[in-house]
């Protein structure tokens, strides 16, 4: 069965500093892997995502995630953070199986970031 | 472009009163839809999910129901609601064969 791990209920990082939210998956097959950001009260903004290609993926907001097949992760990274980052984030890994017409998501429990000023 | 619409924003029920939650996708045609919930501000639990009128698949037994009755509008109801009911419903849609999952401002419903 296909899961997603993010195994940092909270990250703190200093503002101008490189901050990395991690996350590990689980699937059959090839990965499908996304990140978003939720902000307090509002839904999930889709950041970026892993499909094929180059590992290292770039998205919205400076933000980029680096995929590694042999570790099996998908870490979010930013070189430099703004107290403005600071919000809730979801990986999630698309269901390999397309049972029902269409694919499911699976979602890592979140990680709450904290940009420091 | 594509734009998503929930509503109400913020909804307080008491217990065993009825809900209908309302999910509405502009400028796409024959949208996946889907309802989530997210309790306590952190993971999300895939509550129903939709691929055309009519169709509703459940991943969950529970006190919710999911109806589709045009293309794209999706509706979220209970008959009586019950104090668990609490959370942050999010709906959300992806076309066709796309990869990427597009989510709603939410809902907050609380029940007391």
């Known amino acids: 069965a296909q899961s997603v791990a993010q195994p940092e209920d909270q990250v703190n990082v200093a503002e101008g500093n490189p901050l990395t939210v991690k996350c590990t998956y689980s699937?059959?097959?090839?990965?499908?892997l996304f990140w978003y950001v939720q902000y307090p009260n509002r839904g999930l903004q889709f950041l970026l995502k892993?499909?094929?290609?180059?590992?290292l993926v770039k998205g919205s907001y400076g933000f980029e995630a680096e995929f590694n097949k042999s570790q099996t992760s998908f870490h979010l990274k930013k070189p430099s953070a703004l107290v403005s980052d600071s919000a809730l984030y979801f990986c999630?890994?698309?269901?390999?199986?397309?049972?029902?017409?269409?694919?499911?998501?699976?979602f890592g429990t979140g990680t709450r970031l904290k940009v420091l000023a | 472009s594509q734009t998503i619409h929930q509503w109400p924003a913020t909804l307080v029920q008491p217990v065993g009163s009825p809900l209908s939650l309302e999910c509405t996708v502009e400028?796409?045609?024959?949208?996946?839809l889907y309802w989530y919930r997210q309790a306590a501000g952190r993971g999300l639990q895939l509550l129903f999910y939709?691929?055309?009128?009519?169709?509703i698949s459940s991943e969950v037994p529970q006190n919710l129901s999911a109806s589709r009755p045009q293309d794209r509008q999706f509706i979220l109801s209970s008959k009586k609601l019950l104090l668990s009911d609490s959370g942050f419903y999010l709906c959300?849609?992806?076309?066709?064969?796309?990869?990427?999952?597009?989510f709603g401002p939410g809902t907050r419903l609380l029940v007391l």
């Open positions: 699937v059959s097959g090839n990965p499908y």
């Open positions: 400028g796409t045609s024959n949208p996946n």
């Open positions: 959300a849609w992806s076309e066709g064969n796309q990869e990427t999952q597009y």
């Open positions: 939709s691929v055309g009128i009519g169709q």
């Open positions: 999630a890994v698309r269901d390999s199986g397309r049972a029902s017409g269409t694919y499911k998501y699976i």
């Open positions: 892993y499909i094929t290609g180059d590992n």
